[in-house]
């Protein structure tokens, strides 16, 4: 059974940092492309940063956060700094792309966590 772990959301003051944490068991990340989502109330799940060979970032975020990886530990990181307000929202790891559909697309990936809160105070 696979399964996606985030960890590291919480609280934090605009222009702090948090790093975001993507576990996975019962499925290899080395190979894979994995994915950052988020969801702010009200909104849809839009694409954050994703990695593969390389990374690729929504422009809303470019130059702030990144995403990496750590196969030894089968985990991928979303380190965000400079956060906003507007980062707020609910943050999720997907992995396992279908390659049906483009990389931005929910449609895309297979496998998903439950989410972590990320809220930036002004």
């Known amino acids: 059974q696979v399964q996606l772990v985030e960890s590291g959301g919480g609280l934090v003051q605009a222009g702090g940092s948090l790093r975001l944490s993507c576990a996975a068991s019962?499925?290899?990340?080395?190979?894979?492309?994995v994915a950052w989502f988020r969801q702010a109330p009200g909104k849809e799940r839009d694409f954050v940063a994703g990695i593969r060979d390389s990374t690729y970032y929504a422009d809303s975020v470019k130059g702030r956060f990144t995403v990496s990886r750590d196969n030894a530990k089968n985990t991928v990181y979303l380190q965000m700094n400079s956060l906003k307000p507007e980062d707020t929202a609910v943050y999720y790891c997907?992995?396992?792309?279908?390659?049906?559909?483009?990389?931005?697309?929910?449609?895309?990936?297979?496998?998903w966590g439950q989410g972590t809160q990320v809220t930036v105070a002004s």
């Open positions: 019962g499925h290899t990340f080395s190979s894979d492309a």
């Open positions: 997907a992995a396992d792309r279908r390659y049906s559909a483009p990389y931005y697309s929910t449609l895309e990936y297979h496998y």
